[in-house]
């Protein structure tokens, strides 16, 4: 089974900008399609964006729509979370996660269809 490892976090001025990546090993990364979910202290977990194995179909949260953009580079098993123009709402532990996925169609955006997630990494954006 796969393994993930997220890294970038840290703390920001609001406006500024961020990349996280999640490392994959143990398992082939591209048999997996990917997300990224956060959770701020006292919420739920939710999705931030997906992306099929292939990175050829990718999905958003409206929080986030226009202004994060996530990737993958399979070459490297590597997902990325490119966040730009950052707000003290996006605070938050950001985890990656990722789930069987063949379809280039389909992202996958609940938290029950990953079942496997890294440690999370801490994005504060201060006001």
């Known amino acids: 089974q796969v393994q993930l490892v997220e890294s970038g976090g840290g703390t920001v001025q609001t406006g500024g900008s961020l990349r996280l990546s999640c490392a994959a090993s143990?398992?082939?990364?591209?048999?997996?399609?990917m997300g990224w979910f956060r959770q701020a202290p006292g919420k739920e977990r939710g999705i931030v964006a997906a992306i099929s194995w292939n990175g050829g179909n990718t999905g958003y949260s409206e929080y986030v729509k226009g202004r994060f953009t996530i990737s993958r580079d399979n070459a490297k098993n590597t997902l990325y979370l490119e966040m730009n123009s950052l707000k003290p709402e996006d605070t938050a532990v950001y985890y990656c996660?990722?789930?069987?996925?063949?379809?280039?169609?389909?992202?996958?955006?609940?938290?029950?269809?990953?079942?496997?997630w890294g440690q999370g990494t801490q994005v504060t954006v201060s006001s």
């Open positions: 996660a990722a789930t069987i996925g063949y379809s280039t169609s389909l992202t996958y955006t609940e938290r029950h269809e990953y079942p496997y």
């Open positions: 143990g398992d082939t990364f591209n048999n997996y399609a």
